[in-house]
T-cell receptor
Framework: NAGVMQNPRHLVRRRGQEARLRCSPMKGHSHVYWYRQLPEEGLKFMVYLQKENIIDESGMPKERFSAEFPKEGPSILRIQQVVRGDSAAYFC??????????FGPGTRLTVL | GEDVEQSLFLSVREGDSSVINCTYTDSSSTYLYWYKQEPGAGLQLLTYIFSNMDMKQDQRLTVLLNKKDKHLSLRIADTQTGDSAIYFCAETLPPGGYQKVTFGIGTKLQVIP
């Protein structure tokens, strides 16, 4: 049973470009969470999704950021018009229900 | 300010015990966790404790919870070089019905051979 997969592992974008981060949850998991880890900081909750639904997006910046978890395929975290301050590690976690979250290896986004 | 606070750095000699401390602010925490993050990797759940427990032991790991003082600690016995990593304290809060996890800033543990 493969763990949580995230790709790409490293992503470099220039200011103003779009970044798309993908997360494939563990088999059988229908709950997905996205976290952001800024340099020298802990992880901050961004958004919690179930299939086709956003349950809690209280940690998402109001502009430029969006997330989806379609019926088929991975969850996507999309950042439009990236700025240098978006440089961070973005972690996805999944769970089968309301219990332990299993984390992916993260995507490290660098904005030039 | 942060809801979960930790010291930033701890250095110990191989074979000694390590104690990593954490304080949290919300007395309604349900679960408290310790995660380990090795360089370039994701987070690995080490252990957790339910808020109505005082202590939990799991091989070399001992978790102590002082709910009155909102203080959590992780003791690693016989610390090895492979234990060098960043350790995150985390909590989950009711209600919500899901595990929205709040993390501390992380304590970097350096083990000196």
């Amino acid at each position: 049973n493969a763990g949580v997969m995230q790709n790409p592992r490293h992503l470099v974008r220039r200011r103003g470009q779009e970044a798309r981060l993908r997360c494939s949850p563990m088999k059988g998991h229908s709950h997905v969470y996205w976290y952001r880890q800024l340099p020298e900081e802990g992880l901050k909750f961004m958004v919690y999704l179930q299939k086709e639904n956003i349950i809690d997006e209280s940690g998402m910046p109001k502009e430029r950021f969006s997330a989806e978890f379609p019926k088929e395929g991975p969850s996507i975290l999309r950042i439009q018009q990236v700025v240098r301050g978006d440089s961070a590690a973005y972690f996805c976690a999944s769970s089968p229900g309301e219990n332990e979250q299993f984390f992916g290896p993260g995507t490290r986004l660098t904005v030039l | 300010g942060e809801d979960v606070e930790q010291s930033l750095f701890l250095s110990v000699r191989e074979g000694d015990s390590s104690v990593i401390n954490c304080t949290y602010t919300d007395s309604s925490s349900t679960y408290l966790y310790w995660y380990k993050q090795e360089p370039g990797a994701g987070l690995q759940l080490l252990t957790y404790i339910f808020s109505n427990m005082d202590m939990k032991q799991d091989q070399r790991l001992t978790v102590l919870l002082n709910k009155k003082d909102k203080h959590l600690s992780l003791r690693i016995a016989d610390t090895q070089t492979g234990d060098s990593a960043i350790y995150f304290c985390a909590e989950t809060l009711p209600p919500g019905g899901y595990q929205k996890v709040t993390f501390g800033i992380g304590t970097k543990l350096q083990v000196i051979p």
